[in-house]
């Protein structure tokens, strides 16, 4: 039931995407410096993650229905990072329509999920065009009520390191 309202989630914060160009390798940010920057901080503030973290591998993702990956599995470091880009990869093609701003909201997707980003004032406003979304992403700092000071920082990094200011 969980990998259904995933996959609804998915398709709901897709058909929500401003309406673009088709991504392509040219369109996505791929390997550009902030994409590179977005996996830097994402691996510093998830860490390699141990096997008692089961579900979450490599530097925090979810092990899915149907993915190859055995309970308790240590990825190394590469196998970590290759699957940290292929995930962030997907996440910015989700979000392409929305240019340069696709790799904060990746970032945010990564660690939050799409349903919450779908349902967050930062996509509503960069949406509907606004970009004073600084308050709004940084809000993104609690867990279950309690604002993590980790979390916080996390938010502040990101926002600072690849929100465009174009």
Not at 6 to 16: G, K, P, R
Not at 118 to 124: G, H, I, L, T
Not at 134 to 144: I, Q
Not at 157 to 162: G, R, V
Request: overall charge positive.
């Amino acid at each position: 039931m969980r990998n259904i309202l995933t996959l609804l989630t998915i398709a709901f914060t897709m058909l929500l995407t401003v309406p673009g160009k088709t991504p392509t390798s040219a369109t996505l940010p791929g390997d550009s410096p902030q994409f590179e920057k977005a996996v830097e901080i994402i691996k510093k503030y998830e860490t390699l993650h141990k096997a008692s973290h089961w579900p979450l591998i490599g530097y925090g993702h979810r092990v899915q229905k149907g993915e190859n990956y055995k309970k308790g599995v240590v990825l190394s470091q590469k196998e970590a990072e290759n699957l940290l880009r292929s995930d962030l990869r997907k996440l910015c093609a989700m979000y392409s329509s929305f240019g340069p701003d696709s790799i904060l909201l990746a970032a945010l997707a990564y660690n939050c999920g799409p349903g919450t980003v779908a349902r967050s004032s930062v996509y509503k406003k960069l949406l509907a065009g606004d970009r004073d979304i600084e308050t709004a992403y940084k809000a993104h700092c609690r867990y279950r009520g309690k604002v993590l000071s980790g979390l916080k920082k996390r938010r502040e990094e990101e926002f600072a390191e690849l929100f465009y200011k174009g």
